[in-house]
């Protein structure tokens, strides 16, 4: 079944980011009609390109009230909301002892409450519209920690598979589905930006496909569990890892140098 979104109208959060940008782009190819939600004006003129028929709002998604009024001028414009994909997030590489409360509070309210807000919002419309469906970016660190992150990022990344089961059974029976998406290493700008040469040569030894991964490989994903082709799936999650998560204790090349010698 080949993913068909034509008319259905989807919102991207961290829509001018690299997975909300990859995704945006792949919604549009197969027929959404878009809204991209982003802190950064510039970034979401650049992911929208040349389209005039995508929506761009300049929200911060950890602002409840700014959320709400967000969604309700998307289904002004539209005339329904379908998708919600909430990929705004972010951490930061701190210790227990060095998280400062206001940290700990901002980064759990940016991958945690911001999706539950969003979902808050955009659901009376997809009610109306006869329903819909959800996907939120978790992380690895959901079931594992975060490497590069701290705790508050792991904890909220963990908190998000708990709202996507809540929110799968309460809106189950206004047939809207609410799935996550769980990436590992993910090569997006954002990464690239803060990571250091040997951490980026490091992790691809770590990771059994043996390199990172793009956020299109994110986004494939994201569409499948947001298009009929999951409509039996909903409460659950999908790991968009490489297969890091199979635990390997030691790197791909030394696992096989001991094997193949």
């Known amino acids: 079944m080949s993913p068909d979104l034509k008319g259905r109208v989807a919102i991207v959060t961290g829509g001018g980011g690299g997975i909300g940008r990859a995704t945006a782009l792949l919604f549009r190819q ?74 700990w509070d901002r980064i759990v309210a940016l991958n945690l409450s911001a999706p539950f807000y969003c979902i ?18 978790s992380s690895l660190a959901a079931l594992q920690i975060s490497l590069n992150n701290g705790a508050s990022y792991t904890s909220a990344k963990s908190g998000v598979l708990g709202l996507t089961r809540h929110a799968a059974f309460e809106l189950a029976r206004d047939r809207i589905r609410v799935n996550a998406v769980l990436p590992g290493p993910i090569m997006t700008p954002q990464m690239d930006a803060k990571i250091d040469p040997a951490t ?44 890091l998560h199979i635990g390997s204790p030691t790197d791909a090349a030394t696992y096989f140098a001991r094997r193949d010698g």
């Not at 994110?218 to 659950?236: E, H």
């Open 200 to 243: 980026r040569e490091a992790i691809p030894r770590k990771v059994p496909l043996g390199r990172w991964l793009t956020p299109e490989e994110v986004a494939a994903p994201i569409l499948f569990l947001c298009s009929d082709a999951a409509s039996g799936c909903t409460g659950t999650h999908l790991v968009v890892d490489g297969g």
């Open 30 to 103: 197969h027929g959404a009609r878009l809204a991209l939600f982003d802190r950064s004006e510039e970034s979401l003129r650049a992911a929208s390109g040349e389209d005039d028929g995508t929506m761009t709002a300049v929200v911060d998604v950890t602002d409840a009230a700014a959320v709400a009024a967000a969604c309700a001028r998307v289904e002004e414009r539209f005339g329904r909301i379908d998708i919600l994909v909430n990929v705004a997030g972010g951490g930061l590489p701190r210790t227990l002892d060095a998280t400062p409360a206001a940290d």
């Open 120 to 137: 808050q919002a955009a659901a009376p419309a997809m009610r109306r519209a006869g329903g819909g469906a959800v996907v939120t970016v």
